[in-house]
């Protein structure tokens, strides 16, 4: 039996962490009915890093997500979620009977004014986004009890502006005394863990400070769009996770990176809490997860 389980004294459980969805809200469902299915195992929470794409409208796209939502139909899903066809809500109600909902932190590219309105009306730090109750967003700065463990969230970037960490959200979690929480969730990375193709140096000072001051045993994150790890800050063993779904081209590579919009290897990682053990899912099975129009209910279809 683990140190962790042990001290914890907790039932072993199992959490899949999705990287950067970008509106692909089905390719997300449908990986991780997938992975219960194909791994045999089942699924105690679903979170996601960041960048799901949660925007109310594609009037409130900002430039960047506008570009690539030309290109990428699938990046759309999350609309179409929010005002699903009966065939949309059918795939989705079939994910939701085989898999917890899926929490998520703010990335950079949300409707942050339209996030924060959810939490104001509901007056909870944990809001369904749609009406189906598939993804529910987590108020940066909060500790919430996921499958056991107590995990902490701090969506946005270091960056100067709108898309800046939450100064007091920060705060919050800096008062929280160290071993205070099992896992941390970000949408940045801690600084120093990848460069650029400019040869910049990526990452967040606050939250390598964050995670050496907290000193979870877990820290997550996204943003930078490949899988980086695992690092280790002190006790901490720190991820980043692949976005979900590769765009078609990028301006770096010449061929076509992804025209069949499959699900990209290292996008997603399961953690066991009783080893406290942390995969990344490279399985072949994950391609199978494809398309501009996912058929969600046909792919669950495939499952035992
Ligand atoms: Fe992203």
Redesign the pocket.
């Known amino acids: 039996m683990s140190e962790w389980l042990f001290a914890k004294g907790r039932q072993a459980m199992k959490i899949a962490f999705v990287g950067?969805v970008?509106g692909c809200v089905l390719h997300a469902l449908g990986a991780a009915v997938l992975l219960q299915d194909r791994r045999g195992i089942r699924l105690d929470a679903v979170i996601q890093v960041g960048?799901l794409g949660a925007y109310p409208s594609a009037e409130r796209f900002d430039e960047s997500s506008r570009r690539f939502g030309r290109d990428h139909p699938a990046q759309g899903d999350f609309f179409r979620l929010l005002d699903p066809s009966p065939s949309f809500a059918e795939g989705v109600r079939l994910a939701l009977g085989k898999i917890p909902s899926v929490l998520f932190v703010s990335?950079n590219?949300e409707d942050h004014d339209w996030l924060a309105s959810l939490h104001e009306a509901a007056g909870a730090e944990v809001v369904p986004v749609d009406p189906l109750g598939a993804y529910r967003h987590v108020a940066c700065g909060n500790v919430v009890e996921v499958a056991g463990q107590r995990v902490a969230f701090l969506g946005l970037i270091e960056v100067p502006g709108k898309m800046d960490l939450d100064e007091s959200a920060y705060a919050r979690l800096t008062a929280v005394e160290p071993g205070g929480v099992d896992i941390l969730v970000t949408h940045d990375g801690p600084y120093g863990m990848s460069r650029d193709r400019r040869g910049n140096v990526q990452g967040s000072p606050k939250l390598t400070r964050l995670i050496e001051h907290l000193r979870p045993r877990l820290h997550v994150s996204?943003?930078y769009?490949h899988p980086n790890g695992p690092r280790r800050y002190g006790r901490t063993t720190s991820y980043a996770l692949a976005?979900l779904v590769r765009p078609k081209i990028t301006r770096w590579e010449p061929e076509p990176v992804n025209p069949g919009q499959r699900v990209t290897a290292g996008s997603i990682g399961l953690l066991d809490t009783e080893t406290g053990g942390f995969e990344y899912i490279e399985d072949e099975w994950l391609a199978d997860v494809k398309g501009d129009a996912l058929d969600l209910a046909g792919l669950i279809a495939t499952t035992r």
């Open positions: 950067d970008h960048d990335g590219h996204g943003h769009h976005q």
